[in-house]
């Protein structure tokens, strides 16, 4: 009898009840188009295409209030960070029998999600450590202000900056600022939702 990898019926489980709740849903990525270049920690940094389908999968779930009327209105995906903490609080709701366990599916996209926002620091670190060593400051200086050994800061800047080349799945950008009287043209609309230039005041009110 072969069995299944749960891996792959977990993402297989997401991908399926993405596309069913967002009509543009994105692929599935398969394993030839994974990432096998790992992080610091022995982790590959994760396909953007799943960490998106992660984000989509989580959003209309857990997202409330601004997040949610942002979702419905312009597809746009709540903070990584929130969608992650919702979902280790409903896992914590669910240890004190106060709330229904977060199904396993939920938790494979929190930890896409929060591999996305590791790739992301670690981008982040390397590219001040490059400034900080391109100001003049040494390994010395560094090692000083991050309270570790010359030995340890200089490793963990070896170890970081291969990550500048992983490609990153940055969460979506913040919605367009609405026009002034001068300027008064518009994006078209994505996927079928009015741009943030399009709605009205109306639209806030909930």
């Known amino acids: 009898m072969t069995s ?5 019926a977990i993402r297989t489980a997401m991908a399926a009840s993405t596309r069913a709740e967002h009509e543009d849903g994105v692929p599935v990525a398969g394993a030839a188009d994974r990432s096998d270049t790992a992080g610091p920690f022995g982790l590959p940094a994760p396909d953007p295409r799943m960490v998106q389908q992660a984000r989509d999968h989580l959003t209309p779930r857990h997202a409330t209030g601004v997040d949610l009327f942002l979702w419905e209105a312009m597809g746009r995906p709540m903070p990584d960070r ?30 896409l999600v929060l591999s996305a926002v590791r790739l ?6 390397a590219h001040l450590l490059n400034t900080a060593h391109a100001s003049g400051m040494g ?13 340890d ?3 963990r800047y070896r ?3 291969p990550r500048l080349d992983e490609p990153a799945a940055p969460p979506c950008p913040p919605p367009a600022a609405r026009p002034s009287a001068r300027k ?10 009015p741009t943030w230039d399009e709605l009205d005041d109306g639209d806030w009110e909930f």
């Open 159 to 161: 170890l970081l900056k």
């Open 4 to 8: 299944t990898n749960p891996v792959s």
């Open 120 to 125: 992301t620091l670690d981008q982040t670190e």
């Open 82 to 111: 929130d969608a992650i903490a919702a979902v280790i609080s409903a896992g914590d709701r669910a240890q004190r029998g106060t709330g229904d366990s977060p199904e396993p599916v939920e938790v494979a996209a929190a930890l």
């Open 184 to 193: 008064t043209a518009t994006r078209p609309a994505s996927r079928g939702r």
């Open 153 to 155: 800061a200089e490793e």
């Open 139 to 151: 390994s010395e200086q560094i090692a000083a202000i991050l309270d570790v050994s010359v030995e």
